[in-house]
């Protein structure tokens, strides 16, 4: 007995069954009263058995996919307060402070 069910006969069958029905109804179709395989299962053990076999997956592949490098975007001072965050406004004498709306108050922007 495999460790974990999957023998190299049933891994053929599974292989076969693929060729005439759909991932869920091969997984129904090789699921005994005491295991039950479901489509992933299926799916997973022969694309493992792929890989053993030599088959490299196509970069494009869902299971090849590296995480891409972003570019780090960078910081700008905010020209609008001028990283301070905020704007100081006089009006008739007054100094009135206004929150910086283009970097929303953070003082910098992209
Ligand atoms: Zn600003």
Redesign the pocket.
Known sequence: MHKNGWTQEKIKEAKELMKTYSGKTTGEKLSTAERKITKNAVLGVLYRQKIKEGYTPPADSPFAIKKPNYPRRRLKI?P??KGI?YIKLSFEGEENIKS?D??K?S?E?Y
């Open positions: 905010c609008e307060c965050g910086c283009v970097c108050s003082g922007v």
